[in-house]
């Protein structure tokens, strides 16, 4: 009997034992097979700093990770000065980013120097692209293939001061609309004093800033004129009068009309935040900066003032997956870049940055196309230009050297024209001819 009960305890225990073992084995089992579909894959995101920008990028990289909990992203910032030689120094040794945010106008720069891969069409379709946003983005499509996307876009307006307005005997809520009016309220709301120095600027005027974007894409298009060839190859400003009226209008401001100067107040940002410019020429991201550095300011919107044609220019940053990347990071790269153009993401970037959602039907919706702020912009982007940079840096430098060449050097402004138009034709015949 006693044997028996033993057996059956060492039966009991036996069993008891081998549960407790199998038990063991399944969480093993379990925590390994945990391990192996948590394994998270990490991916580097580049943008230059830009604070407003930062933060908010911060927000969506946790939303991001919430929702994919497999993928982790690490964003990484530098001076917009050192962007393109971190990138020189990184990206080619595959040390760099794997999702990348760069300005359009660099675009084919870093194509040639193989910084970048096309976007997979399984992904991101070309019809789908070229139906859902802004033709503008096909500023960067190159050799048939789509390099890049972009969150949001940007275009020019004018931003006036409506207490200087109102000081001047001008009404706040009707800004100028034509060439005319805006040089004549420049010069109305334009002050010096008693030795003939400059206190308040009439209208900001920083070619480096967004000033040679005004002329280019803008007044040229405003007169009559034309940007590039439909083969992107050939500079037009010169087919008719209308490229040099442009360049002598701009330049009218501080060389004629006396109402503005060069490096006034530091820069044309500087100068209109703190209220010694009544008016500027500034984009649709300019929103951001003001709301937080500027928050008393008294400001309005208005499209850009026109003249035969009603145009203004346009600009974006944009995202791209480097050479790279490949594999697991690839195809998580491709899920963060998808997130980026979303609609909901393109809202947010419009409410907390101020630049307009790269997508057509999420830009014009009616709450969008009816604010005070964000309205005047998103009204023009239908007659907006985003020109095709060879070199934007480069081309924005001869612009620079061709006011150089009137304002400090006294040439005639038709030879800094002609100049200007002959050197930036050899840097598209350059890029060209190499291709």
């Known amino acids: 009997m006693k044997k028996s009960w033993f057996n059956a305890w060492l039966l009991l225990a036996i069993l008891f034992l081998a549960a407790c073992s199998e038990e063991d084995s399944d969480e093993g089992d379990s925590a390994e097979g945990e391990g192996t579909s948590d394994a998270v894959v990490e991916i580097d995101y580049w943008q230059y700093a830009f604070d407003s920008k930062v933060n908010l990028m911060d927000e969506l990289i946790a939303e991001f990770e919430e929702a994919n909990p497999d993928i982790k992203v690490n964003q990484t910032n530098f001076p917009y000065e050192q962007y393109n030689e971190k990138v020189a120094a990184q990206v080619p040794a595959g040390n760099g980013p794997n999702v990348i945010n760069l300005f359009y106008g660099w675009v084919p720069l870093y194509v040639d120097s193989g910084y970048l891969q096309p976007l997979p069409q399984d992904e991101f379709p070309h019809e789908e692209i070229e139906e859902e946003f802004f033709p503008m983005v096909e500023a960067t499509k190159l050799d048939d293939e789509y390099w890049t996307i972009p969150t949001a876009v940007r275009t020019l307006a004018l931003f006036y001061n409506k207490d200087l307005f109102e000081e001047a005997g001008l009404d706040p809520e009707q800004p100028p609309t034509n060439w005319d009016e805006l040089v004549d309220y420049s010069k109305q709301l334009t002050k010096r004093d008693a030795n003939d120095r ?111 044609e009603e145009a203004t220019q346009s600009s974006f940053w944009t995202n791209g997956i480097t050479a790279t ?25 419009l409410e907390e940055i101020g630049e307009l959602p790269a997508k057509q039907k999420v830009a014009q919706q009616d709450k969008y196309l009816q604010d005070e702020r964000y309205g005047a912009f998103i009204e023009q982007l239908p007659n907006a230009q985003a020109h095709f940079f060879i070199d934007e840096t480069r081309e924005r430098d001869l612009v620079i050297r061709a006011v150089d060449r009137v304002l400090l050097e006294g040439v005639d402004p038709k030879e800094a024209y002609d100049e200007l138009v002959e050197d930036t034709q050899a840097l598209f015949d350059e890029y060209w001819g190499n291709r």
């Not at 002329?215 to 007169?223: G, N, S, T, V």
């Not at 400003?237 to 503005?260: C, M, N, R």
């Not at 690839?330 to 963060?336: I, N, W």
């Open 198 to 308: 400059l206190e308040q600027a009439g209208m900001a005027w920083e070619p480096s800033q967004q000033g040679h974007h005004w002329f280019r894409d803008a007044l040229i298009y405003q007169a009559g004129g034309e940007g590039l060839s439909e083969d992107r190859q050939t500079i037009k400003w010169d087919d008719s009068p209308a490229g040099f009226e442009a360049f002598q209008y701009w330049l009218d401001f501080p060389l004629t009309h006396k109402v503005a100067e060069r490096n006034f107040y530091t820069d044309d940002v500087t100068a209109f935040m703190t209220g010694h410019a009544a008016m500027n020429i500034d984009g649709s991201f300019r929103l951001g900066t003001l709301q937080n550095d500027a928050p008393d300011l008294n400001y309005g919107i208005a499209p850009l003032p026109s003249k035969n």
């Open 325 to 349: 990347t490949e594999g697991a990071e690839l195809e998580a790269s491709v899920k963060f870049l998808k997130f980026l153009t979303s609609d909901e993401v393109m809202e947010r970037w």
